[in-house]
């Protein structure tokens, strides 16, 4: 039965399944739909080697340095944002525990309580302010992936909880929101009919029949073509081809699974952490596609993840490496997987270049996504003047195709100085909280403070 709801948005439906659909130009009203504007956030651990991430040059004239190559073709479609701090990450008198109060601080603004125990507290995080606005527009009001199974509870980083480290979404001040790491599961959230769980008897069925999620809606697809013009007629089989292509990779994540009762932790976690990485990214930007959901945030990795990366020569932990003490060949593979987590962002952002909205332009002119870390110089555990890059957005007014400096410090200062800035934890910009009150009021969300904000920034 093909129903249309959710901010008008058209679902195929059948048995445990609700695919909901991108928007055709053929049923816009009077040929026209307005494109909504998406939000994202992905992060990746332990700082960068920021010599090889940032470009020495502002404004348009700017080249991609070793660590961002992979995005170089794409320059036009993102900006590179300096200048921004996250002093509530430092210790401020709480002691060690960096790489846990970088993650719980990223999205919030707001400093962790040091505390192992229940009596976690932070601050709602930018995605659920966003979320609690608008979210009931959308089947999903927000989505969150990981990488790394969700903890919320235990001893993690020098008395901190384990829950500030595996989440970044936050709904108040003392509940995350879980990340799902599984594929499938993610697949399942996406596409299972249920609004606020899985149909898991529906589910398992599937997986019994060896059935995919299209094959439950063939009757309707064939329904809608009848309602559509000859262009979108081929955008909804790219489209359904998109959703069998990433179905194909996961769907071995429920076999031969015995005992099979809960859907939150199947087995299926991809071997490779690439290919864990981009089909996490394909289910963000089917999901922005088909309007499932406008907001969402990816955990590439945990902040203090001691991964190794055998598949780019670096069979070392990734924190322990972080700690180089200016070791020339420590920084160098610390370089080789800055630039691993940029090509994989780069796929991405590819991914999102490649729709095509109902009024022809790309799915990526429609979204906002930032990309960094809540620490810059991970050797000496700095939070101030971070890593950030901020893509897409061009239908919106967001100014691609730059690197700019908050602070309007960069260019005057001499080597010296910005060295001896670099190796400084007070922070000389502005607090990243500013930059997510700007995306706030760009999602059309009006809020006056969060985290340690001091104004709204909008000029990005």
């Known amino acids: 039965m093909i129903s249309t709801d959710l901010s008008r948005r058209t679902f195929l439906r059948g048995l445990g399944v609700s695919l909901a659909l991108p928007g055709f130009e053929s049923l816009a009203k009077d040929g026209v739909r307005s494109v909504p504007l998406r939000m994202g956030f992905a992060y990746v651990p332990n700082g960068v080697i920021m010599e090889n991430w940032r470009p020495k040059h502002l404004g348009t004239d700017f080249s991609c340095p070793s660590a961002l190559k992979p995005l170089d073709k794409m320059k036009k479609d993102f900006q590179i944002l300096s200048g921004l ?18 993650s719980a601080t990223f999205l919030t603004g ?6 192992a125990g229940k009596d976690i507290r932070i601050g709602v995080s930018v995605d659920q302010v966003a979320a609690q606005s608008i979210g009931k527009r959308t089947k999903l009001p927000s989505l969150e992936l990981s990488c790394d199974g969700a903890r919320g509870s235990g001893k993690c980083d020098s008395g901190y909880s384990c829950a500030y480290q595996y989440n970044l979404s936050w709904k108040n001040e003392s509940v995350p929101v879980p990340a799902e790491s599984n594929p499938r599961s993610a697949f399942e959230r996406l596409f299972g009919q249920a609004q606020f769980g ?5 589910v398992r069925r599937r997986v019994a029949l060896d059935k995919s999620v299209l094959d439950f809606v063939l009757e309707d697809a064939k329904k809608m073509k009848g309602r559509l ?9 790219e489209y359904l081809e998109s959703v069998r292509e990433v179905e194909s990779r996961i769907s071995g994540s429920l076999d031969n699974h015995e005992g099979f009762t809960d859907l939150k932790r199947p087995e299926g976690i991809p071997g490779s952490y690439k290919e864990h990485i981009r089909t996490m990214f394909d289910l963000m ?12 945030t990816f955990l590439l990795a945990h902040d203090g993840s ?14 322990s490496l972080s700690h180089h003490r200016d070791d020339l060949e420590k920084m160098r593979k610390l370089s080789n997987i800055d630039r691993f987590y940029s090509e994989q962002f780069a796929y991405f952002i590819n991914k999102l270049s490649s729709f095509k909205e109902s009024d022809g332009s790309r799915l990526l002119d429609h979204c906002m996504i930032l990309y960094g870390s809540g620490i810059s ?3 000496r555990h700095r939070h101030v003047d971070l890593p950030v890059l901020l893509a897409g957005g061009k239908a919106h007014g967001l100014k691609t195709g730059r690197h700019h400096d908050f602070s309007g410090k960069m260019a005057s200062l001499s080597p010296g100085e910005k060295e001896e800035i670099n190796r400084s934890k007070e922070g000389y910009g502005i607090p990243m909280s500013n930059l997510h009150l700007g995306l706030l009021a760009r999602m059309g969300v009006q809020t006056d403070r969060l985290g340690d904000s001091t104004g709204i920034a909008d000029s990005f």
């Open 229 to 237: 013009g000859y262009d979108d007629k081929e955008k909804l089989e």
């Open 306 to 319: 001691n991964r190794s990366f055998r598949e780019i020569g670096v069979p070392e932990g990734h924190h």
């Open 85 to 102: 701090d996250h002093t509530k990450a430092n210790a401020n008198g709480d002691g060690g525990g960096d790489h846990a109060r970088a």
């Open 198 to 202: 899985l149909d898991a008897k529906a």
């Open 285 to 296: 930007s089917l999901a922005y596609r088909s309007d499932i959901t406008r907001i969402s």
């Open 377 to 379: 110089d991970g050797n």
């Open 110 to 115: 707001c400093q962790a309580r040091k505390t």
